[in-house]
């Protein structure tokens, strides 16, 4: 009595975040560490609690020009700084860890909950565009880490072709 309350816990885990405690079950005044315990009697403070707040990202469809290297979904919106997010790939129905051949990926984010967000589970696309060849230049690439080119000539294909892909310079 007459005292600060000194260190009051702070209670974790759960589905809510802890706002501190208060007097009442309801309403009531918020009690601190510093406050002055002015009831002489044994009394009771209450723990009060809040929603914890909801990620927000664009989960808007990306799509990558493919260029043989593995390509990523850009995490993006109010809260894609904050860490802790895990994004998985999949492609026809099976786990991919890094997208790289031409096609539509499902992109899975999550994150945990932790004292602050609640947990997070989101589903997006990612596309890679396949390697399309332009009259107007020859289409470079990278076949197995090796520079490589073909020159679009502009003659129908009428025929099956095996198209040979060589190292440049």
Do not use: C, M
């Not at 289409?139 to 520079?147: D, N, Q």
């Amino acid at each position: 009595y007459d005292q600060p309350y000194g260190t009051l816990p702070t209670p974790t885990g759960g589905t809510r975040k802890f706002a501190g405690w208060f007097t009442e079950a309801d309403g009531g005044g918020q009690v601190t560490d510093a406050d002055t315990v002015t009831n002489a009697k044994d009394h009771t403070l209450y723990a009060h609690w809040e929603d914890k707040a909801g990620i927000q990202l664009d989960l808007t469809a990306q799509t990558a020009a493919y260029n043989g290297a593995a390509q990523e979904f850009v995490l993006k919106g109010t809260h894609s700084g904050k860490g802790g997010f895990t994004v998985a790939y999949a492609k026809g129905g099976s786990s991919v860890d890094k997208p790289t051949d031409a096609g539509t990926y499902t992109v899975t984010i999550t994150r945990p909950a932790d004292g602050e967000f609640q947990a997070y589970t989101g589903t997006s696309t990612l596309t890679i565009d396949p390697l399309e060849f332009d009259k107007s230049n020859t289409s470079r690439f990278k076949v197995g880490g090796i520079a490589s080119s073909i020159l679009y000539t502009g003659k129908p294909i009428t025929q099956n072709v095996t198209v040979g892909f060589y190292p440049q310079g």
